[in-house]
């Protein structure tokens, strides 16, 4: 069966720092892979999806990046994070239209 | 207007009651539609899917309306354990799929 990890699951960082969430997908081949960001309260925003290895296309201008080294891993990073960058961070992957969530990384930018 | 829209909520309803949430959605273009189900600071998880026969699965039924744009979601016999938020989710394209902002359920004792 597939299953989806993403880690960690809670990060503290302070405003200025680099930041990298990793999400690894098992049990399936060439996934198409999801980051999305929601903020306290709010609905899901997608931020990349990439629909194989090196291709990454962005949904939205941020100082946030994506890449896929690799089939069945996705990882987000940043430079500098900004204070608006705090949120809960969810990787997916899709099969049949359908979308199955790793377990997320709340992100807190002090 | 937003691609997806849902009452927020919340609402607050007895244990036993029925409860029924609807979502409205712009893009007549749109291909496949879901309820997931999420819970306070965890990720979201398909409830189920939305066919235009309308579905049920034990308590719960999902109805969509092409014409009118619009899905909706019932449930039976509320539990407590039904307490979460309950989001829309409209797919168009792999690169589309729009979640509602979500509608807050609680159950009471």
């Known amino acids: 069966s597939q299953t989806i990890h993403q880690w960690p699951a809670t990060l503290v960082q302070p405003v200025g720092s680099p930041l990298s969430l990793e999400c690894t997908v098992e049990g399936t081949s060439n996934p198409n892979l999801y980051w999305y960001r929601q903020a306290a309260g709010r609905g899901l925003q997608l931020l990349f999806y990439s629909v194989g290895i090196g291709q990454i296309s962005s949904e939205v201008p941020q100082n946030l990046s994506a890449s896929r080294p690799q089939d069945r891993q996705f990882i987000l990073s940043s430079k500098k994070l900004l204070l608006s960058d705090s949120g809960f961070y969810l990787c997916a992957w899709s099969r049949d239209n359908v979308l199955f969530f790793g377990s997320g990384t709340q992100l807190s930018v002090l | 207007r937003k691609e997806v829209e849902q009452d927020p909520g919340p609402f607050n309803v007895p244990e036993g009651a029925t409860v029924a949430f609807n979502c409205t959605y712009s893009n007549s273009a749109s291909q496949s539609f879901f309820w997931y189900r999420q819970d306070c600071r965890k990720e979201p998880k398909l409830l189920m899917s939305?066919?235009?026969s309308g579905n049920e699965d034990g308590r719960f039924t999902a109805q969509l309306n092409r014409a009118s744009q619009y899905i909706s979601l019932l449930i039976r016999d509320s539990k407590l354990s039904d307490s979460a938020t309950y989001l829309c989710?409209?797919?168009?394209?792999?690169?589309?799929?729009?979640f509602g902002s979500g509608t807050r359920l609680s159950i009471r004792p």
């Open positions: 989710v409209v797919y168009s394209s792999a690169s589309k799929i729009i």
């Open positions: 939305v066919y235009s």
